[in-house]
C-alpha cells in the first residue's frame, strides 16, 4: 500500500550524512588465507517475532523447522537486536553493517533510495570470489547491487499470485503463493543457478509475516480451536509514556487495526467499509477463482458471525486479538514449512558441514503487549530479533549465546568468513569468535539504536537510546523532549518509567554517559542536536 503519510519534510530535516562516505568502491582485497569460507544462506523474514518462534517461545507456534536450525550444531541468540527497527532501515543496516546515519537509508516513507554504490557484504564477497544471490523483498527502493543473481518483489509485495521485479529490469507476475515462490527460486539457484566452483552466499528474504498476514489457501483452517494468552500488559494504560500513548498501532483501535484489512471481515454491507477496505479488496483481487473461493469459504461464516454478534469494548479487543493471532500463525505455517524445504534441501546435497545457515527478521514485533501491533519501539519486543544459526564444521558454540548482538553485525562477520577485508569505518562486530565458541572478554556492554520515521503511520516519534543487560535509557525527540528509564530486570514488560525518580541518579548517569560514548563512537550527527549533558 501506498504511504498514508507523507514524511518529505521530516526526511529533508534528516542530517544530510557524510554521502561522500558513503559512495564508492571496494578497495582492492588482500583475502585472508586462513579464511574458513563456508558458503552462507540468509534467511531473512519480515516482522517474524521471536514470541511467535518456538525456540524461544512455547506459548503460541509451533515452528519445528526454525528449531531445527538450532538443535544440533546450532545456536539460539538470547540477546538479539536492531539497530532501526522499521524494515528498509533495518535491511540497510544488515547489508552495510552501519548504523543509519552511516548508510543514509533512515526510513520507508520518504521515498529516498538507499545509495546502492556503497560498500555493502555482497559486494566485498563477490570481490573474494563468492557466488552472490538475492530472492525476495529488498524494500530499498533503489535496485540490488553486489549480486549475480537477484529477483525481487516491488515494495512491499503480494502474498498472492505477486508481481516481480527481475534482474533485466523487466516485471512479471507469477502465480502461486510468495513464501512458496520465494523458496523455489532460492532452491533453483542453488540447483542449477549458481557456480558450483565458488562458495556462494544466497539470501532469501521472505515478506512473511508482514501485514496484513494472508495465509495460504491450505493453511486457512489452522488453529480455529485455540484460544491464546493474552499478554498481561494488553490493557496498558500508557501512564509516564506519552510517546507510547501516542503511537497508532493499537489492536483495539478500529483505525489501527482494520477489521476489513487486517482481520478478514470484509462484509456485502459497504455501510462497513472502513478505511481499508479498497486495499484488501485489492489484495484478495489478485486471487485466482480457486484461491478465492477457498478464501471466501473459509472466512465467509466468520464474517457473518462477527457482524452478527456486534460485539464491544473489551469482548471486542479480546476477539480481534485472537483473529490476530490465527492469522499471523497460519501464514508463519507456510514459512517454517519453506526454511524446512531449504533445510532439507541442504542435508539432502551435504552441505550442511560446509554452510552457515542464518534465520532472523527484520525485526520484532508486538503481538498484543502494551495492546499493539507493529513495532519501531525500542521497547523489547520490536528491539529484539530472533536470531537462529546452524554452524558449519570447525564453529563450535553450541546452545544458547547470551552476548549482546545487533543486525549491524552481520555484514562484519559474513566478511570475516569469506576472508575479506573489514572496512574500519564498519560500526558492526564480527561474531565469528562468538560462533568459535569463544566468549570474548572485550565484547559490547551495550547497544545503540535509533528510529528516525515521524510523522508517519502509526505516528512512533522519533528516538535513540541505550540498552544494557540490565536497563534501558531512551530520548524521544523531535515534538517532544521526553526520557524513559526502564530497569529490565525488575520491569521485563517497559511498564514503569523510572527516569527522574529518586534512587535511579546513578544509572541514569552511567547510561547517559553510555549513550553519548556510543554515539561518538559512531559518530551520530544527532549528538550536536542534543547533546547530553551531566545530569
Ligand atoms: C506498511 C504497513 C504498516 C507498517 C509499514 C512498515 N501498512 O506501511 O503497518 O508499519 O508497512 O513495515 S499497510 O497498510 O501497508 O499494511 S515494514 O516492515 O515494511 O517496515
Ligand atoms: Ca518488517
Not at 69 to 86: D, T
Not at 163 to 168: A, G, K, T, V, Y
Not at 463 to 471: A, E, F, K, L, N
Not at 501 to 510: A, L, N, Y
Request: proline share 6%; glycine share 6%.
Amino acid at each position: 500500500m501506498k504511504a498514508i503519510f507523507s514524511v518529505a519534510a521530516a526526511a529533508m530535516a534528516l542530517p544530510a550524512v557524510a554521502l561522500a562516505k558513503q559512495s564508492g568502491e571496494i578497495p582492492p582485497q588482500t583475502p585472508n588465507p586462513d579464511a574458513p569460507r563456508y558458503n552462507i544462506v540468509y534467511i531473512m523474514t519480515d516482522d517474524h517475532t521471536a514470541q511467535m518462534l518456538s525456540a524461544y517461545d512455547t506459548r503460541y507456534a509451533h515452528t519445528p523447522n526454525l528449531d531445527r536450525l538450532a538443535q544440533n550444531n546450532g545456536v539460539k541468540f538470547n540477546n538479539s537486536f536492531v539497530a532501526n527497527s522499521l524494515s528498509g532501515p533495518s535491511r540497510a543496516c544488515m547489508i552495510t553493517g552501519k548504523h543509519s546515519h552511516g548508510n543514509g537509508f533512515y526510513d520507508n516513507e520518504s521515498g529516498r533510495p538507499f545509495d546502492g554504490s556503497q560498500p555493502t557484504f555482497p559486494k566485498y564477497l563477490q570481490s573474494v570470489g563468492y557466488n552472490t544471490a538475492l530472492f525476495g523483498k529488498w524494500h530499498l527502493i533503489s535496485n540490488p547491487t553486489g549480486f549475480d543473481t537477484w529477483r525481487i518483489v516491488p515494495e512491499q509485495g503480494d502474498y498472492y499470485n505477486p508481481r516481480f521485479i527481475n534482474q533485466d529490469g523487466s516485471r512479471s507476475v507469477e502465480h502461486g503463493y510468495l513464501t512458496n515462490l520465494i523458496t523455489d527460486y532460492s532452491l533453483d539457484w542453488l540447483e542449477n543457478g549458481r557456480d558450483k566452483s565458488k562458495p556462494f552466499a544466497l539470501l532469501i528474504h521472505h515478506k512473511a509475516q508482514h501485514r496484513n498476514w494472508m495465509a495460504d489457501t491450505c493453511n486457512l483452517k489452522l488453529y480455529e480451536d485455540k484460544t491464546f494468552p493474552l499478554p498481561e500488559n494488553f490493557f496498558d494504560d500508557y501512564e509516564g509514556r506519552p510517546a507510547a500513548e501516542a503511537a497508532e498501532m493499537r489492536i483495539a483501535s478500529p483505525h489501527d487495526m482494520d477489521i476489513v484489512y487486517d482481520l478478514k471481515m470484509l462484509s456485502t454491507d459497504s455501510t462497513k467499509n472502513t478505511r481499508l477496505t479498497k486495499t484488501y479488496e485489492a489484495f484478495v483481487g489478485r486471487m485466482d477463482p480457486e484461491q478465492r473461493k477457498a478464501w471466501d469459504d473459509f472466512y465467509n461464516p466468520i464474517i457473518k458471525e462477527f457482524y452478527d454478534s456486534k460485539l464491544e469494548g473489551k469482548e471486542l479487543a479480546e476477539w480481534k486479538f485472537q483473529r490476530y493471532i490465527r492469522d499471523y500463525l497460519k501464514t508463519l505455517k507456510s514459512l517454517d514449512d519453506n526454511v524446512g524445504r531449504v533445510l532439507d534441501y541442504l542435508e539432502e546435497h551435504n552441505l550442511m558441514d560446509s554452510t552457515l545457515v542464518v534465520y532472523t527478521s527484520d525485526q520484532g514485533f508486538y503481538m498484543g503487549e502494551h495492546g499493539w501491533f507493529d513495532k519501531r519501539f525500542m521497547y523489547e519486543e520490536s528491539l529484539n530479533t530472533p536470531l537462529l544459526m546452524h554452524l558449519p564444521k570447525g564453529l563450535n558454540a553450541n546452545g544458547e549465546i547470551n552476548e549482546m548482538v545487533q543486525n549491524i553485525d552481520y555484514a562484519p562477520t559474513f566478511m570475516e568468513i569469506a576472508g575479506a577485508n573489514i572496512p574500519a569505518d564498519i560500526h558492526g562486530k564480527s561474531i565469528l569468535p562468538i560462533l568459535r565458541g569463544e566468549h570474548p572478554d572485550n565484547w559490547r556492554d551495550a547497544i545503540y539504536y535509533h528510529y528516525y520515521e515521524y510523522p508517519a503511520e502509526h505516528c512512533v516519534k522519533r528516538h535513540y537510546g541505550v540498552r544494557t543487560d540490565r536497563y534501558k535509557l531512551m530520548h524521544f525527540y523531535n515534538d517532544i523532549d521526553r526520557w524513559e528509564l526502564y530497569d529490565l530486570q525488575e520491569d521485563p514488560t517497559e511498564m514503569h518509567n523510572i527516569y527522574g525518580q529518586e534512587g535511579t541518579e546513578e544509572i541514569t548517569r552511567m547510561l547517559r554517559k553510555r549513550l553519548h560514548e556510543l554515539q561518538e563512537e559512531y559518530d551520530d550527527p544527532i549528538r550536536f542536536k542534543y547533546p547530553i549533558k551531566e545530569n
